[in-house]
């Protein structure tokens, strides 16, 4: 069997690359704002002077709703399709006792003072997690099933989220990035 002409091939390399686009397109939108705002500044100086700026803003705090998905990149269910991955997952392979999961999107963007809801859609056959240990939230997805919550965004820079499940580790994970409200559009 061919595995580019496979359908399931075809899905996953899509996925992947729609992925790859959109942590693409955010990463450098996100650098520019960030380092905008820093100039050369040190992350604690930044943080401290958008503190500071803040009294002076205008910026009125929303809430942002995202909806997140779990997709499977590379899993061992997918050994028996291409024949390529059952020496990668085989004992002493690349990727023994672990499956390379991903968060779509992979980039979020809010805002100083935002209001954040995370709803993670799990359509897969193993539990996640969405962990952002910076700023001290988790959500437990189990399979095949959603999970939601909210916080609210108090600390300006990025933080990574992950599945802190060992066998998707290190490869599920994603950004959250916190912009200091003075950098909001002004309404």
Not at 49 to 75: D, E, G, I
Request: aromatic share 10%.
């Amino acid at each position: 069997m061919d595995p580019e002409k496979d359908t399931m091939f075809r899905v996953i390399v899509v996925v992947m690359l729609a992925v790859v686009a959109v942590a693409l397109v955010f990463d450098g939108a996100t650098r520019r704002v960030v380092n905008a705002f820093a100039e050369g500044q040190s992350p604690t100086q930044a943080a401290t002077s958008s503190t500071t700026a803040a009294s002076a803003s205008t910026y009125h705090p929303v809430t942002r709703t995202f909806v997140v998905t779990t997709v499977p990149l590379l899993v061992h269910e997918q050994a028996g399709q291409f024949d390529y991955l059952a020496q990668d997952f085989a004992k002493n392979g690349v990727l023994d006792g672990k499956e390379v999961w991903g968060f779509s999107p992979s980039t979020l963007t809010v805002y100083e003072g935002d209001t954040v809801n995370v709803t993670v859609v799990n359509p897969s056959g193993d539990d996640h997690t969405f962990t952002l240990p910076d700023v001290g939230f988790n959500l437990l997805v189990k399979a095949q099933s959603t999970a939601s919550g909210t916080f609210v965004a108090t600390k300006v820079g990025p933080f990574s989220y992950l599945c802190t499940i060992a066998e998707h580790s290190p490869y599920m994970w994603g950004q959250l990035v916190i912009l200091p409200d003075s950098a909001a559009p002004q309404s």
